[in-house]
């Protein structure tokens, strides 16, 4: 369990010491300054969400956040090097409107019909905006992956930190992956333009498979912990764990490309399905 008065404190530290700072932190994070007060005090809990911007805000992780470290063992995977952002500390508020923007209209319109000077429109900024914060359209695509792979590390953190029981962490964890409308579902539709890029282009597979691997990790150490419990049988957590990964990928395909009779709700059941029958060994 996360250490709250140490959570406390390094949120503290991370607002400026001026007039008015803790009302800006507040509007920046999108949170009430009152919550914020309370949160600060210890009367209230950061919810999983506020954790998150407060990550994204600042320039740190949650688990930063929740433990004093980046590479706390925690309830997931930390990210590689290799996937982490180039940018330390936080970042400037153009450049992180230059990624979200990138993202969003990859994820509409694909890697192929997004060129800089699109980007440049919708954010409001000139193309040599863009270039100044990235030289290439690649080095957008590749700083917006590792933005959303610190994003994802610190979602699952935020979520699963309180969860003990290793069934209901892993039922989450699968909830936080699935399609759902909006953010999840703009990060599926990039990441299947990522697969068909490392296809055809080695120089994209190191950041793909390392993000990868993180994900691969999590469930398998989420497996290992719930065998340690006794609520999942005692089987190969690696070979599980691939066919775990394999299910939710083939499943997550079918519901971005619309094959009939696919959906969200029908990928979560047979998910849950997957983890009461082989995982938690109910259909042995």
């Excluded at 590479?71 to 992180?96: I, L």
């Excluded at 969860?163 to 989450?172: E, S």
């Excluded at 691939?242 to 959906?263: F, H, M, R």
Aim: contains cysteine.
């Amino acid at each position: 369990m996360a250490d709250t008065d140490g959570l406390r404190d390094r949120v503290r530290g991370l607002i400026p010491a001026k007039p008015g700072a803790q009302r800006e932190f507040a509007t920046a994070i999108g949170l009430d300054e009152t919550k914020l007060s309370k949160s600060l005090k210890g009367t209230r809990r950061f919810s999983p969400h506020e954790l998150v911007r407060v990550a994204e805000h600042s320039g740190v992780t949650v688990n930063w956040l929740l433990n004093g470290s980046d590479d706390a063992v925690t309830v997931t995977a930390v990210p590689t090097a290799s996937a982490s952002s180039t940018q330390d500390g936080p970042q400037p508020e153009t450049r992180r409107r230059i990624l979200e923007t990138a993202w969003e209209l990859i994820a509409e319109r694909g890697y192929h019909h997004v060129r800089i000077a699109d980007i440049a429109k919708a954010c409001g900024q000139s193309t040599a905006s863009i270039h100044y914060h990235f030289p290439t359209k690649k080095a957008v695509l590749t700083e917006a992956l590792r933005r959303n792979v610190k994003l994802a590390f610190d979602r699952q953190v935020a979520e699963l930190h309180t969860i003990d029981n290793a069934r209901d962490r892993l039922l989450r964890l699968v909830e936080l992956q699935l399609p759902t409308d909006g953010l999840l579902h703009d990060e599926w539709s990039v990441w299947l333009q990522v697969w068909n890029e490392s296809a055809l282009n080695p120089e994209m597979r190191e950041l793909y498979w390392d993000s990868y691997d993180r994900w691969f990790h999590t469930i398998a150490m989420t497996i290992r912990r719930g065998q340690e419990q006794g609520v999942f049988a005692e089987r190969d957590p690696d070979a599980i764990t691939t066919q775990l990964s394999a299910l939710v990928d083939g499943l997550g395909i079918q519901v971005l490309t619309g094959k009939p009779g696919s959906s969200v709700d029908a990928m979560r059941e047979h998910l849950k399905d997957f983890i009461d029958r082989t995982i938690a060994g109910k259909g042995l």
